[in-house]
């Protein structure tokens, strides 16, 4: 069942498409970003807009671009307040009252190193610290940035893929 929120934005995004560039670009930025990842539902919409990219409503590249811009963005801050505040970060809301979710993003980082940054952005409350922890952890700037610009493109394309090229599958065969 969609939401009234996802509703609502799908609706706006449809009836006002000079907004789905900076709406595309903050719903990925949000996705991506430590602890606000949490609060908003942003993979549900992303799905959405690959439908309205399905039904020819707005176009598959400009969307495309700007989402995987607003998920390496977000991504890349969050490793930036995990490298320069370290500590401090992790003993903040929400995460100092999820441990478990802190001690399995660190887990995993600590399993799969710059391979996990890359798989952590596929699965959701990891999306919200494994860059947080790659840098607290240190990890380098390179090694984390060659992740986060390969994977932000794919994670894009695997939300929008099945409304963008479903739908018009879909109309086919059964249309």
Do not use: C
Not at 57 to 78: C, L, N, Q, R, Y
């Amino acid at each position: 069942m969609i939401s009234e929120t996802t509703q609502l934005l799908m609706q706006f995004i449809q009836n006002n498409q000079i907004w789905e560039i900076p709406i595309v670009f903050l719903l990925a930025f949000g996705e991506s970003l430590a602890i606000l990842s949490l609060l908003i539902p942003a993979t549900a919409i992303l799905l959405g807009v690959g439908a309205l990219i399905g039904t020819d409503t707005i176009s598959f590249m400009p969307v495309f671009i700007a989402a995987s811009v607003g998920a390496i963005i977000g991504d890349w801050i969050s490793f930036w307040l995990g490298k320069h505040y370290h500590q401090k970060v992790v003993s903040m809301w929400p995460l100092n009252k999820n441990p478990k979710l802190l001690a399995r993003g660190e887990a995993f980082f600590q399993h799969y190193g710059t391979l996990g940054v890359f798989i952590g952005r596929f699965f959701g409350p990891l999306r919200a610290i494994v860059p947080l922890i790659a840098g607290t952890m240190e990890m380098s700037n390179t090694k984390f940035n060659i992740a986060n610009i390969a994977s932000a493109p794919v994670w894009v394309f695997v939300l929008l893929a099945p409304g963008a090229f479903g739908v018009p599958w879909l109309e086919t065969m059964f249309g």
